[in-house]
T-cell receptor, first 115, second 111 residues
């Protein structure tokens, strides 16, 4: 159990376009999901906490109008990178919270390349 | 901000040897979790250890937690080439759900 999927796994887009990334918990319900960003050979940096039915909570320095998060159901959260630029190129990973002990289960990640 | 520091940053050992990675953190925690990440992939959950636990085992993995020293260790016994990956510890500060990750240890198992 505790499988989280992400779609797409890889996306290449032109500068100025918007890209939507989906994160799904496949075999459990997740009130809370998280979005991370990871640069090559670095650790994960939390971008925002996605809460089902309410607004996301963004970490300091993360532009909420740039990275739109929607958590419309207990199994789906989406991250939309609006007006993407080359500096937004990165590996984006989501996780879903399960259980009483705050176990987080991660998706396989989405590699975004903005040309 | 990063709460955890891991050492070593990189570790290279021969197949069959044991690998030990350490993690230190700064604030009081509820739990500490260890994850594995293969290059370009997502994170695989390995073990969660609660703050009132001192040691936990899962297969070839052994995790210890010393809350007085704010540190944890991950031991992989009888290493295999497939264990080659980056290993991260992550902590959740008391009262918070979000995790803060250490910088990770890049483990290489040489056949």
């Amino acid at each position: 159990g505790a499988v989280v999927s992400q779609h797409p796994s890889r996306v290449i887009c032109k500068s100025g376009t918007s890209v939507k990334i989906e994160c799904r918990s496949l075999d459990f319900q997740a009130t809370t999901m998280f979005w991370y960003r990871q640069f090559p050979k670095q650790s994960l940096m939390l971008m925002a906490t996605s809460n089902e039915g309410s607004k996301a909570t963004y970490e300091q320095g993360v532009e909420k109008d740039k990275f739109l998060i929607n958590h419309a159901s207990l199994t789906l959260s989406t991250l939309t990178v609006t007006s993407a630029h080359p500096e937004d190129s990165s590996f984006y990973i989501c996780s879903a919270l399960r259980g009483a002990y705050n176990e987080q289960f991660f998706g396989p990640g989405t590699r975004l390349t903005v040309l | 901000s990063q709460q955890g520091e891991e050492d070593p940053q990189a570790l290279s050992i021969q197949e069959g040897e044991n690998a030990t990675m350490n993690c230190s953190y700064k604030t009081s925690i509820n739990n500490l979790q260890w994850y594995r990440q293969n290059s370009g992939r997502g994170l695989v959950h390995l073990i969660l250890i609660r703050s009132n636990e001192r040691e936990k085992h899962s297969g070839r993995l052994r995790v210890t937690l010393d809350t007085s020293k704010k540190s944890s260790s991950l031991l992989i016994t009888a290493s295999r080439a497939a264990d080659t990956a980056s290993y991260f510890c992550a902590t959740d500060a008391q009262g918070a759900q979000k995790l803060v990750f250490g910088q990770g240890t890049r483990l290489t198992i040489n056949p």
